[in-house]
Structures are given as C-alpha cells and as structure tokens.
C-alpha cells in the first residue's frame, strides 16, 4: 500500500481528501504540527507528498525545499494561489505537479497515481520501493539507510529485511522466514532465526530509529 503524507492546515480539505484517498487504499498520514513537517516526513516515508503552500510557521515552499533536500519522493502542490508566479516558484522549488483548489477529486486521484506509477512501477531500481518510516533499503548494495546514516546488512539481515519490507503492517510467519533463508542453500534452525532478527533489530535500533521490528510471540515478526 503506498503511503502518501498529506500536508494542509484546512481541516475540512484534509479530512475530505484523506478519507478519498483512503478508499483508494492509499496510508494517508496527516501532519498536523507544522513546524515539523520535515520529522514527520522523515518518520512517515511517504511514497508521494501532497503540499499546501499557504501554511502556519514556514510555506510550503520551504517544506519542499527542506524535502527535496533529502528526498526525490513525488510532491503535488495543492493552493488556492492561481497566478502564474506561484506555479512556476512551486515547479522550481522541486514540485511535480500544481493542482489549485478547489480541484475536482478525480482528477486528483488520477494525478497520484500517475505519479506513482512513474515513480515506482515502471523504473528499473526498485530500491526506493522499500521505504518505510524514514528508512530505506537499498536492494542494489544490501544496505539500509537512516536520517544520512548507512548500515551494512549481511546477506541473512538483508533477506529478511526485505521480505518483512515487501509486508508492512502484516506478521511474517517464522516458517516463512526461515524458508526464504533456506532458499539461500543455508540450513536454518529456529534458534538460528531469532539471532539473525535480533543482530537486525540492533543494527537498526543503532541508527535511532527503535521498535521497527515488533515480535508476535508465536506468530512471527512484522515491521510496525
């Protein structure tokens, strides 16, 4: 399910939009503290940002360029603003797309998703696939990145990173996790497992982001 951070200090906008999108199984995560927007992105990995320019503490100018400066993820502008000026200045700044308001849902829909399906379904590296919370796994070199900080996996950490990353949200059976090892041509006992999640888990702890892996005592792991 993609993950898409909605950033607009009109309630009424948020919620209509929110509660639209959601029955479109998009995540939708609402920012409502607008001196963070930078942090709740960070936390969130959205797979596309939708961004008003007029907002409380800084514009949406400046939360694009905080953004882009860390990110390449989608951002649509959002604003009732219709001069000429305030398109291009949001194009410059980084953004993909301009919608003003009010705008017709639709087509805002049929905008997402054909940003989404350029971003993400038809590019070759899919390693921006496997973002979540601010961290991203890297399928071309094994290694997982966090806020500028990188972390070297092994080749056991790295596979089940990936397959709990590919079901978020959702318990990895222990069975199933051992057999993706076994795949690999190495045995795996159950003992074996819980090592392997447990370096993983630290690793991942180590580089500040803490409770991403939860166990499901009987049941298995999932990333939360």
């Given at each position: 399910m993609y993950r898409i951070m909605m950033v607009e200090d009109d309630e009424k906008i948020r919620r209509i939009v929110a509660d639209t999108l959601k029955k479109w199984q998009y995540n939708v995560?609402?920012?409502?503290?607008f001196d963070k927007v930078l942090t709740e992105f960070e936390q969130t990995g959205p797979h596309l940002v939708l961004l008003d320019i007029n907002l409380p503490v800084y514009d949406g100018?400046?939360?694009c360029q905080q953004i882009r400066a860390v990110s390449k993820v989608p951002i649509i502008f959002l604003s009732s603003r219709n001069q000429n000026m305030d398109i291009l200045m949001a194009i410059n700044m980084g953004g993909d797309d301009f919608i003003q308001k009010p705008f017709d849902l639709d087509i805002l829909v049929a905008k997402?998703?054909?940003?989404?399906?350029?971003?993400?379904?038809?590019?070759?590296?899919?390693?921006l696939r496997f973002v979540h919370r601010g961290l991203k796994l890297n399928v071309t070199n094994s290694t997982m990145e966090?806020?500028?900080?990188?972390?070297?996996?092994?080749?056991?950490?790295?596979?089940?990173?990936?397959?709990m990353m590919r079901h978020i949200g959702k318990i990895v059976s222990r069975?199933?996790?051992m057999q993706a090892l076994w795949n690999e041509d190495q045995f795996i006992d159950d003992n074996t497992l819980t090592v392997n999640v447990n370096r993983l888990r630290r690793k991942v702890a180590d580089l500040g982001l803490e409770g991403f892996i939860a166990t499901r005592k009987g049941m298995g792991y999932l990333v939360e």
């Open positions: 995560a609402e920012v409502t503290e100018y400046y939360w997402i998703g054909a940003l989404i399906r350029r971003k993400y379904t038809y590019q070759e590296d899919d390693s966090y806020k500028g900080q990188n972390a070297e996996l092994s080749r056991n950490e790295f596979i089940l990173l990936q397959l069975e199933d996790l």
